[in-house]
């Protein structure tokens, strides 16, 4: 397999991409368009996840700009309904992970959902969520536990209400 170069995604004005731009994530929405989530450390909307989209393939991509999602690293999924999800670590109180869904390929996302809001403090996060065949969705993070010197890997099962 080789790779080819296709697009940057362009630097929103003013801040330092190379520096506070990491871990990107994204998906491919049902409509065809790619959705990229950014952890943010600029300090215009520092601790804010910012998206970037592109409709033609990647070749191109919008600047990238705040969703108003407080909460970071995202990891998106799109579920078999259409809908798109994002789950994130949540690292101020309630401390844990939460959730968002987008029913129109990521221009706008639901009010957040609690997937954990048990932990013991900001070291955590890095949520990864799969759709189960029942519909369920599993989350795994990982956790620094409030007894013990060491992280661990936690999981919720868990479901969206239904609209």
């Known amino acids: 397999m080789t790779w080819q170069w296709l697009a940057e995604i362009p630097t929103r004005p003013g801040d330092d991409a190379a520096g506070s731009y990491h871990e990107l994530h994204g998906v491919e929405a049902a409509d065809g368009s790619i959705i990229v989530q950014i952890r943010n450390h600029n300090a215009e909307n520092k601790g804010e996840t910012l998206q970037t989209e592109s409709a033609d393939g990647g070749s191109t991509w919008s600047v990238p ?52 809001g048990d932990g013991a403090g900001g070291d955590l996060g890095y949520p990864s ?11 795994v993070w990982y956790e620094k536990l409030k007894e013990s010197p060491h992280a661990a890997l936690r999981q919720a099962r868990w479901r969206i209400k239904p609209d």
Request: glycine share 12%; aromatic share 6%; no cysteine.
């Open 65 to 116: 700009h705040s969703i108003g999602v407080w909460g970071l690293p995202s990891h998106l999924l799109r579920l078999r309904n259409g809908r798109l999800l994002m789950s994130y670590g949540h690292r101020r109180p309630p401390f844990g992970n939460q959730a968002r869904i987008s029913a129109d390929h990521g221009r706008t996302w639901s009010e957040a959902m609690i997937i954990s």
């Open 129 to 139: 969520t799969v759709e189960l065949a029942d519909g369920s969705l599993l989350t």
